[in-house]
């Protein structure tokens, strides 16, 4: 419940009158209605804003109330100062209310846990030994930023512009607006791109060391990107098996390989035209090397199999591939012909 006042004119007299009003919800949103028709209030004495502030439900409310309805004036409410005691002395800045506002707000809490997840992974340590040249320190900062953006908030190069500026992370990073365009962020992508293995050699030990992330069991699969134009001096744009109904465009095929959880571990690019199954034996062996697993489980769908990809499996990896229909076939009429024992009556 609050105070609202009405003004009158009574002959050259103006008098205000007081209402007691509360807020309510309806069905179609919040609503006001009057409690209590309070008057003229400018006889009341402290008993008064006492019972007063009792009926609202908030004894404390005396000395607030009094000021609120003795400190009304003409023109603008922002004329009014917030009150104080005059024993606090020298301790209080008299406020002009209405100059409060909320300007420039900005995101915080979000882009602050992602810097702390940069700096717990050690990925800033690990840029400034990896970028070289006079943009080295704005790159690995630059990089953070993007990093920050695909954890929170992902958005295209051209987005990012118009996300970072609303956060924290100018201030955080101590890194100017106006120092970062399209192109920074491009640039910046071409100065990690040659580091690709060690970052995610990096990432694969810290996520070992900080969370414990076990990386015997791999999933594999391959999607596809086209380009508009004629992607000219791209050697690995291809016109191949287009996976977004675009065989007219240009296209580049990528291997991406996460672990049981879902977080990824690794990719590859490969040329437009690739066929699935012969990208298997190449990632697997970097993979084995990368992560030191003897025998990770592979899980692959059907178009990465073939009698080579299976002869690899079967020489150094478990694995779980989808069979082919006739196999799947064959399997369904012993299953409907034979006997079935439990699981339970094998132990």
Not at 252 to 277: A, L, T
Request: a neutral charge.
């Amino acid at each position: 419940m609050f105070l609202r006042s009405t003004l009158f004119k009574s002959g050259d007299k103006k008098i205000r009158y007081w209402k007691l009003v509360e807020n309510y919800h309806t069905e179609r949103g919040t609503r006001q209605r009057v409690v209590a028709h309070l008057g003229s209030l400018e006889n009341f004495t402290a008993e008064d804003w006492r019972r007063l502030a009792e009926r609202l439900g908030e004894p404390d409310m005396a000395a607030a109330l009094e000021y609120r309805v003795k400190n009304v004036r003409r023109g603008r409410p922002g004329t009014r100062q917030a009150p104080y005691e005059p024993e606090d002395g020298e301790q209080v800045v008299p406020v002009c209310l209405g100059s409060i506002a909320w300007e420039n707000p900005r995101k915080f809490g979000d882009v602050y846990v992602a810097l702390r997840f940069w700096q717990r992974l050690g990925l800033g340590r690990l840029f400034s030994e990896l970028l070289t040249g006079r943009s080295a320190e704005t790159n690995g900062l630059v990089a953070a930023l993007m990093t920050a953006n695909r954890l929170i908030e992902p958005a295209s190069e051209f987005g990012m512009l118009g996300w970072w500026p609303k956060t924290a992370l100018p201030a955080l990073l101590g890194l100017p607006v106006d120092k970062v365009d399209d192109n920074r962020l491009y640039r910046c992508l071409d100065a990690m791109l040659p580091h690709k293995e060690r970052i995610e050699e990096h990432l694969a030990k810290r996520g070992r060391d900080l969370y414990d992330r076990e990386y015997v069991a791999l999933l594999y699969d391959l999607t596809s990107t086209y380009f508009e134009g004629s992607a000219e001096g791209i050697e690995k744009a291809k016109r191949g098996y287009s996976r977004d109904s675009r065989p007219d465009a240009k296209q580049v095929c990528i291997g991406v390989v996460v672990d049981w959880d879902g977080y990824p571990v690794g990719y590859e690019v490969f040329e437009g035209n690739i066929r699935d199954h012969a990208t298997v034996s190449g990632t697997l062996e970097k993979l084995k090397d990368r992560f030191g697993v003897s025998a990770p489980t592979v899980c692959m769908d059907r178009g990465m199999v073939t009698a080579e990809t299976l002869s690899l499996l079967r020489g150094g990896y478990r694995w779980i591939v989808t069979e082919s229909r006739e196999k799947a076939r064959e399997y369904a009429c012993k299953a409907d012909a034979g006997a079935w024992q439990g699981a339970g009556d094998l132990l």
